[in-house]
């Protein structure tokens, strides 16, 4: 059964760093476009970045450009998702989700596969 278990989000300082990272079994997914979302409250899931299957290509969002760099370890069936210089209103539940297409999308009706989800909370 294919499954995706993001960890690594906590409480941060705004100016601090996290590393999130997602665990991935049953498929490789050497395979797969790969992305991080996000989701505060009362407000809809967002897309934070993606990486393309062999981690060459990346896209991410415009709010956390210059901050946040998305990269993948194949051979572990791993994602990560460096966050630095945090603001609060990064403040949200940041979602692992594995591409159903082979190009990088924003969108996550092209994401099929979901994991729990990891709070990550910003103060001022």
């Not at 395979?31 to 993606?50: D, I, L, N, T």
């Not at 403040?91 to 989800?117: D, F, H, K, M």
């Amino acid at each position: 059964q294919d499954e995706l278990v993001e960890s690594g989000g906590g409480l941060v300082q705004a100016g601090g760093s996290l590393r999130l990272s997602c665990a991935a079994s049953g498929r490789p997914i050497s395979s797969y476009v790969m992305g991080w979302f996000r989701q505060a409250p009362g407000k809809e899931r967002e897309f934070v970045a993606a990486i393309g299957r062999s981690g060459i290509s990346t896209y991410s969002a415009d709010s956390v450009k210059g901050r946040f760099t998305i990269s993948r370890d194949n051979a572990k069936n791993m994602v990560h998702l460096q966050m630095n210089s945090l603001k609060p209103e990064d403040t949200a539940v940041y979602y692992c989700a594995r591409s159903t297409g082979v190009l990088i999308s924003l969108s996550p009706n092209e994401y099929n596969y979901w994991g729990q989800g990891t709070q990550v909370t910003v103060s001022s």
